[in-house]
Every structure is written in C-alpha cells, then in structure tokens.
T-cell receptor, first 117, second 118 residues
Framework: AQKITQTQPGMFVQEKEAVTLDCTYDTSDPSYGLFWYKQPSSGEMIFLIYQGSYDQQNATEGRYSLNFQKARKSANLVISASQLGDSAMYFCAMREGRETSGSRLTFGEGTQLTVNP | DTGVSQDPRHKITKRGQNVTFRCDPISEHNRLYWYRQTLGQGPEFLTYFQNEAQLEKSRLLSDRFSAERPKGSFSTLEIQRTEQGDSAMYLC????????????????FGPGTRLTVL
C-alpha cells in the first residue's frame, strides 16, 4: 500500500490566487512527521514546511501553510498569493518514528504546479 | 551558510563501468542520507548514516552499490558494473537530530548527481 498519496498529477493556478495541494498518508506509528518539498526544474529539493504528529496547531511558514487533519490522515499544502516562481513539482513526504531516531523519508509521486500570469 | 554539496553534478558512463559520487553535508549535521530519483517519481531512500555508522540500507541498494562515510563527514556512493537501469538522479541529504532548530529532523538536500548510463 502507498504510504504517501498525492492524487493531483498537475495543478494550475492564476497568479496571486491561493492553491491547495493534496496529500494523504498511511502509518500505524503514533510518532511521525510530514514534510513538503519543492523541486524546480533545476532539480534541487527545497524544504518548505514541517508538521509533527503531536503538533496541536497547523504549521505555517510565510505563504505556506499545512492543513493537517490527523483523523483523515491528510496533510494538504496551501500556498497563498501564488507567484510565477512557485511553478515547480511539489512532494509530500513522511518520516515514521521519533525525530530523535533518524529515519528515511517516504515520498509521494508529486504534483506539478503551474502558475499562470 | 553552506548547504549540502554534491560532486559531480552530471556523470555519463558506459554500461559496466564503476562510478563514485561524493556528498558534503552541512557541516554541523550528523546524519546523512542517500536517495535515488527517476524521472517523474519521488525520491526513493537508499541508505542512511549517523556519524560514520551506516544504520539503514534499502533493499534497492543491491550488492553493486556501496556507501561510506569515513570520519562522519563527507560520504561517497559507489556503483560498480553500472547498468542502464541505474540511470537516475542521486540525491544526498543531511540533518541534525536533537537540535531545536531542525524540527522533525528536517532533511536538507543537495543539488543531486544526474547519472546517465549508455
């Protein structure tokens, strides 16, 4: 079974509008972390935002926010006020286990976001 | 701040040759990860070091693959007798666990090494 599912292969948004990228996950571990990364055409993976399984509040980082719904096992990324430079591939990833242990990230297949002028 | 660096950025080789990639993590990071990414897919985990100890290896890491991290600093990933199926982007990431400023043991990635096997 897929541990991370991103159901939107491609998304389009108008500049200055908000967009939501979907991510659902599957784990039986009570301790886990959820991450979003951006990968422009240049190839480098850029960390955007992190949400811990025990965090009470949704994470926010500038224009990025994470809509964390634990019961539904979803961790959707919301980008507000889209910019042309936001056009990229976006990956949702999960780390299982406590952060003190160190562990692999499991990635979804990504969503290609295109911001139109 | 110096980020994660990888060398070379691109490598073209013939099938059957050996290749070696290098990764230099962020200097204070004690954990180092290798991932492989094929076109249109998310990265897949290969292996992980904490300091100089290799703590986890994926089943993807066949006998032809070996990774080292001597002295807990830079790491090398070697592929012996390359095959066309090895063509991919090889990504290195580092993190510093147990530090308040890297919440969640956040992994920071390098620019990757793109391998093409002819």
């Amino acid at each position: 079974a897929q541990k991370i599912t991103q159901t939107q292969p491609g998304m389009f948004v108008q500049e200055k509008e908000a967009v939501t990228l979907d991510c659902t996950y599957d784990t039986s571990d009570p301790s886990y972390g959820l991450f979003w990364y951006k990968q422009p055409s240049s190839g480098e993976m850029i960390f955007l935002i992190y949400q811990g399984s025990y965090d009470q509040q949704n994470a926010t980082e500038g224009r990025y926010s994470l809509n964390f719904q634990k019961a539904r096992k979803s961790a959707n990324l919301v980008i507000s006020a889209s910019q042309l430079g936001d056009s990229a591939m976006y990956f949702c990833a999960m780390r299982e286990g406590r952060e003190t242990s160190g562990s692999r990230l499991t990635f979804g297949e990504g969503t290609q976001l295109t911001v139109n002028p | 701040d110096t980020g994660v660096s990888q060398d070379p950025r691109h490598k073209i080789t013939k099938r059957g040759q050996n290749v070696t990639f290098r990764c230099d993590p962020i200097s204070e990071h004690n954990r180092l990860y290798w991932y492989r990414q094929t076109l249109g897919q998310g990265p897949e985990f290969l292996t992980y070091f904490q300091n100089e100890a290799q703590l986890e290896k994926s089943r993807l890491l066949s006998d032809r693959f070996s990774a080292e991290r001597p002295k807990g600093s830079f790491s090398t990933l070697e592929i012996q007798r390359t095959e066309q199926g090895d063509s991919a982007m090889y990504l290195c990431a580092s993190s510093y666990g147990q530090a308040f400023w890297t919440r969640g043991d956040t992994q920071y990635f390098g620019p990757g090494t793109r391998l093409t096997v002819l």
